[in-house]
Nanobody, 123 residues
Framework: QLQLVESGGGLVQPGGSLRLSCAAS????????IGWFRQAPGKEREGVSC????????MYADSMKGRFTISRDNAKNTVYLQMNSLKPEDTAVYYC????????????????WGQGTQVTVSS
């Protein structure tokens, strides 16, 4: 059974940092592009970042550029999202997803999803 499991969410003060992890089980991430998405209450799911299967190509939503960094360790079957300079508006449930094609920020393109991890930025 293909599974993605996110971890690393929590409560952080504005300006703080978190590192999210997306671990795969039941399949090898090596052949998949991985995207990070988020969804705040009452809002549409939005693309945050994605990384292609080799890790050589990445994409970021404009509001995350310079603050978030996506990376992958295929040996550990895990993708990471380092989030710095967090703002209250970053509060959302963060999801990772996998697709066996190119890197996209469009969540409709993805085939496999994790259950999400809550990130709350508040003082």
């Amino acid at each position: 059974q293909l599974q993605l499991v996110e971890s690393g969410g929590g409560l952080v003060q504005p300006g703080g940092s978190l590192r999210l992890s997306c671990a795969a089980s039941g399949f090898t991430l090596n052949y998949y592009a991985i995207g990070w998405f988020r969804q705040a209450p009452g809002k549409e799911r939005e693309g945050v970042s994605c990384i292609n299967s080799s890790g050589r190509s990445t994409m970021y939503a404009d509001s995350m550029k310079g603050r978030f960094t996506i990376s992958r360790d295929n040996a550990k079957n895990t993708v990471y999202l380092q989030m710095n300079s967090l703002k209250p508006e970053d509060t959302a449930v963060y999801y990772c997803a996998a697709v066996r094609t190119l890197c996209w920020l469009d969540h409709h393109r993805y085939d496999y999803w994790g259950q999400g991890t809550q990130v709350t930025v508040s003082s």
